[in-house]
């Protein structure tokens, strides 16, 4: 029976004090060959992956993180799983090159979120990227409402590409500080300009119940038409 915080088998899992050596000649070993296949590789930013370059990425650190410590973990083996890796990449790499089908299967391809200051309803149906997520991402970017963006999109990498109307035009639309937003209603307390909460569709209104044009749905808030401070 194993006593309870028996210390050698705790700190060392029954191996010798000296096996802390090899650990150290493994790991080291394991990190070249790491930065050596990054370098090969050609990574870009972290920031910058897709989700291709993301599982080659899991794929290195878990083939890299067992020899390090595992005493029954070869070395050669994990080396081998290295080359295999780098070839598949170097493979569909190329095929990205050859077939734009292709690589639109592996990248994916960037998607318009936002278009002349309202919604792309279909493309916010395909992204898994919710509404909330989305207006955060704005408001970082000091954007008060959606008439002051021209167009946003999404790109393979995950990130957002924003282009913004000059002052002179922006546009009513869409308010998303949560403040304003909050404010929602299906019912229209009074006669004036308001967005769609769901599409972003703004249109005058009177008081009342009223339906969008574009979406169909029902619930509204009064529009802002301010412009964008920097």
């Not at 005493?71 to 790499?93: K, Q, S």
């Amino acid at each position: 029976m194993k006593e309870i915080f028996e210390w050698n088998r705790l700190l060392f899992n029954g191996l010798p004090e000296s096996f802390l050596l090899e650990v150290i000649f493994r790991s080291t070993v394991m990190f070249i060959v790491l930065l050596l296949t990054l370098k090969v590789a050609g990574k870009r930013g972290v920031k910058q992956l897709s989700v291709f370059e993301t599982v080659i990425i899991i794929a290195l650190g878990s083939a890299a993180g067992d020899p390090m410590f595992y005493e029954d973990v070869g070395m050669i083996p994990a080396i081998t799983v290295f080359l295999v890796i780098i070839i598949l990449y170097r493979l569909v790499t190329w095929l990205t090159g050859k077939s734009k089908k292709f690589e639109e299967f592996i990248e994916g391809k960037t998607e318009c979120l936002i278009n002349e200051g309202k919604f792309s309803i279909t493309t916010f149906k395909k992204e898994s990227l919710a509404q909330d997520e989305f207006f955060s991402e704005l408001r970082i970017k000091s954007i008060e409402h959606l008439g002051q963006v021209k167009n946003a999109f999404i790109e393979t990498s995950g990130e957002i590409s924003i282009f913004y109307y000059e002052d002179e035009n922006v546009k009513p639309g869409l308010p998303i500080l949560p403040s304003l937003f909050k404010e929602k209603s299906k019912v229209i307390a009074e006669k004036g300009l308001y967005s769609c909460t769901f599409c972003g569709n703004t249109e005058n209104q009177n008081a009342g119940l009223a339906t969008c044009k574009v979406c169909h749905k029902s619930e509204w808030v009064k529009a802002l038409k301010t412009i964008r401070k920097a």
